[in-house]
């Protein structure tokens, strides 16, 4: 039985509703709970505006296994105009999300020709409040956000027809490797430009010379990631990865597997699942992509589940060994990197001639669910922002790092000591900076 155009409108206003209520509570989550005090990892990386150093030196630092790219530029940039202020960090953040989901529903037209109220399902999937440590914890516009954000716009940028195509590609890729984990998109940049040279073998030796050219520049970008590279292992993983290798695949299953249960048991199942769907089709697209079918919704469909897929592989090499129970694939700020893989499935989806309605209304469904049923990433919210605010109310009144930690039950960063904490806490108060602002 069809809808009557009548129905269709009803059904198309209560997904605008929906949509908006989402982005308003998103928002709405960032400026309640996000507060303007520095933590954890920002400790480490805002030496860069502690020493003073270049935006050239801020695009190159390496923090952790990556380097911070266009996000420690932007993040630089704010800071000169924010005094520092950690809440722009996060609203920064926050925007990068949500750009992000607009690109998605413009990526999802762009290949099916359409939009439709089960859209929503993007807009739920994207500003998820699952990821809320990524502006209530440690706000990092690098890590994640840059990052899906720019895989939205190369995602697109494949699909142009248009002369400055490959250019554009280049230069996004370049941002890519250079900010956080997107160095994985560097790996599916030389696949794509090696098929795609391959493929144009027995067309014109000019466009085969230009591809080959851009694979050229493609492998040369990350070669250059690595000049100057540190490659000291990760603290408590050098020598136990030959002798606790399963450990990797816990902490990706577990990863996949976070929204059934924080049971090792159930979430390593489902997470077994989810790898087995996410690998399936991206296998099944690759075969696609090869033979040439539908190369706009393969294409697409590749880059976001590979790269979710690499991220997992890599981040589990990093990690698997800092915790005996690996409950660290658990941690919100991770949520954000899945995204593009969730993305793909659905499109995977919305690209089926048989039950694809069906499917993609149990998706939704689905979603709905989590987005109502998120009492406890509210919570969370809640006793972040109660603790860094207490620790800030009790610095600024007894400028002792020890009775903040103590009366919040809570440290901004594990080692104050190595960092150097008490020397910069005093250089953010003698320069008025981050929470000697006033405006927490």
Known sequence: MKATPGFIRILNLL???????????????????SVNLLYWDQWGFYDLMFNAQSYQEAFTYQFGPHRMGIGMVLTKMLATWSGWNTRVDAFTVGSLVFLAAVLALVLKRSI?????????????????????????????????AMPLFLIMVYCLLWNMNSPLKYGMLLFVNFLLVFTGFGFFMGLISIFLFLLAWVKNKNKSRL????????????????????????????????????REWYRYAAFIFKGLGRFAAKTNEISILVGFVVFGVISMVLLIHAFRLWKGDKQKESRT??????????????????RAFLDESVD????????????????????????RAHSKKLLRYALFLILLYTTFHSKAHFKSMEQFKKKKTTWVETYLSTERIDKANQEAQFMIHPAPEQTRLQEKLVYLKENKLNLYLGNR
């Open 15 to 33: 997904s605008l509703s929906l949509v908006l209520f989402v982005v308003v509570r998103w928002f709405y989550a960032i400026y309640t709970y």
């Open 112 to 144: 099916y020709r359409k939009v439709d109220y089960l859209d929503t399902v993007l807009a739920m999937l994207f500003l998820t409040t699952a990821q809320h440590e990524i502006f209530t914890a440690t706000p990092i516009v690098a890590h994640g």
């Open 207 to 242: 466009s085969s010379l230009y591809l080959g050219i851009c694979l050229f520049i493609a492998i040369l970008t990350v070669a250059a990631f690595f000049k100057d590279y540190n490659f000291a292992p990760f603290p408590g993983r050098a020598g136990s990865e030959s």
């Open 301 to 318: 469909i590749v880059i976001l589940t590979s790269y979710t897929l690499l991220f997992l592989i890599g981040v589990s090499y990093g």
């Open 328 to 351: 660290g694939a658990y941690a919100s700020r991770y949520v954000t990197h899945l995204l593009p893989a969730a993305a793909g499935v659905y499109f995977h989806v919305c690209g």
